[in-house]
């Protein structure tokens, strides 16, 4: 084992290592978070000032870390955040967590990635450990990340590590998180992949090796794409059942009762958040370019992407059945968060619904307990909002709506068995 690889991994053993987390969003503060916990001296860096002072101030803006385990944190002298990539030169590591969004063409928007790659290429030195976490297409480490450090002198394997490991935190998930979900890793080289897993070893409890960046990019995108198919077949059979007149909710919980060959997947308002609807078109993108059409991928993508219109048309053909027009009805839409129990609002269909209705009539009210007050989203109170409201349409199963009674004059959507509806 090189001089190199032997001493990282003792600094790792003994929380000597100066570690780093680029990107603290939902998927880099809790990692820097893990890491501080388990006795390394962490860096938080990020372009958002916000953030950065937070930090620093030992308050929390991602629901899943409490104000508490930050501060404590940053009293015992182990968090410290920054604007300033300079702060790389004295790192030993540093995790790459910054978005992978797509263009309106649905192609992969790599500059964030590439912006912080640039930023560690200037900084890098002899015997720096580098992982990339942010969710992208199969080659990413090598093609982007490696290319780019190995522009001058210093060499993957031998002079720095360089590994990629696929976060694969579940927001609002009150059993799983960071430090118990196990954590797979794959290293460019055999000395990468055995400095990676030291370092993740120290601060989650499991790490699953395997053989390269690129089995450990393609991990992340078989996990988001079998989502992405699974939510696109019971959306389509939701529709289906529409159709048939059959509720689909008592066809999945019958069928989830056989103990094996079944996993149970629901239909909702679409597909959001910073995932699923994105990570597979990545891997889309990517089999393109080898001349590779993922049928699969597409057709899920397009049955999800319809879901949000089919909730329009069911609010209008709801409102038809009761003498009103969608033009004039009071609307209430019922959570607008991607999914239930976070605060989170990107690529949301209930976004999307929302905004449809509003382009349609003035009277939409949007209730979203999870936004702050300071959102620059109007949202109302469930119970103001219920006693103005005609139409109340759910699409959000968050606790705080379940058993929510509806007075009985009040018609009631319901796509995601929420509020009255929750089992
Ligand atoms: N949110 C999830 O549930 C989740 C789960 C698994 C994987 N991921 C993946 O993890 C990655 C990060 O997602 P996220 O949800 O944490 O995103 P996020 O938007 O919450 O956080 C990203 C952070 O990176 C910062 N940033 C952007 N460019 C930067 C740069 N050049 N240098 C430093 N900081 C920069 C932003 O200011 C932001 O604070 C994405 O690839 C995503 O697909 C997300």
Redesign the pocket.
């Known amino acids: 084992m090189s001089m190199l690889v032997d001493s990282l991994l003792k600094k790792i053993q003994g929380r000597q290592a100066r570690v780093g987390v680029?990107?603290?969003?939902?998927?880099?503060?809790p990692l820097a978070v893990e890491f501080a916990r388990c006795g390394f001296i962490t860096t938080g860096?990020?372009?958002?000032p916000r953030?950065v002072d937070a930090i620093n101030s030992g308050r929390s803006y991602?629901p899943d870390v409490a104000d508490e385990e930050v501060s404590a944190l940053r009293k015992a002298g182990r968090l410290t955040a920054t604007?300033d990539?300079a702060a790389l030169s004295e790192l030993d590591t540093v995790n790459?967590?910054?978005?992978?969004?797509l263009r309106k063409t649905k192609d992969p928007d790599m500059s964030?990635?590439v912006?912080?790659a640039d930023?560690v290429a200037a900084y890098l030195h002899a015997g720096m450990l580098v992982i990339l976490?942010?969710?992208?297409y199969p080659g990413t480490t090598e093609e982007v990340l490696r290319t780019r450090f190995e522009s001058g002198s210093l060499r993957a394997g031998r002079d720095f590590f360089l590994a990629f490991s696929?976060?694969?935190?579940?927001?609002g998930n009150p059993t799983f998180n960071t430090r118990n979900v196990p954590k797979v890793v794959g290293g460019s080289t055999l000395n990468c992949q055995t400095v990676a897993a030291a370092l993740y070893g120290a601060a989650l409890e499991k790490v699953i090796p395997v053989s390269s960046t690129r089995v450990a990019e393609m991990v992340?995108l078989l996990e988001n794409t079998f989502r992405a198919v699974n939510i696109g077949l019971v959306n389509e059979l939701a529709l289906m059942c529409d159709r048939l007149g059959i509720d689909v909710w008592e066809v999945i919980d019958a069928a989830r009762t056989k103990p094996f060959g079944f996993m149970a997947f629901y239909p909702g308002p679409g597909l959001g958040?910073?995932?699923i609807p994105?990570?597979p078109f990545y891997l889309s993108w990517k089999a393109k370019e080898h001349g590779f059409e993922s049928r699969f991928i597409e057709l899920a993508g397009h049955v999800n992407a319809t879901m949000p219109h089919y909730v329009v048309e069911k609010i209008a053909e709801a409102l038809n059945g009761h003498r009103k027009a969608l033009n004039g009805s009071s609307v209430l839409i019922v959570g607008l968060s991607y999914k239930r129990d976070v605060d989170?609002i990107?690529e949301s269909p209930s976004m999307d619904i929302y905004k449809s209705l509003k382009k349609k009539n003035h009277q939409v009210l949007a209730v979203e307990p999870h936004l702050a007050a300071e959102s620059e989203l109007q949202t109302v109170s469930l119970d103001e909002a219920t006693t103005k409201a005609d139409l109340l349409v759910y699409l959000v199963a968050h606790k705080v709506f379940k058993g929510k009674k509806v007075p009985a004059n009040k018609k009631v959507l319901d796509f995601c068995r929420a509020g009255p509806l929750a089992p």
Do not use: M, N, W
């Open positions: 680029i990107g603290l969003g939902y998927v880099g503060l860096i990020d372009v958002d953030k991602i604007t990539f790459i967590c910054v978005p992978t969004p964030f990635v912006a912080a930023q976490e942010s969710t992208t696929p976060e694969r935190v579940d927001p992340k958040g910073h995932c994105i990570d989170d990107r």
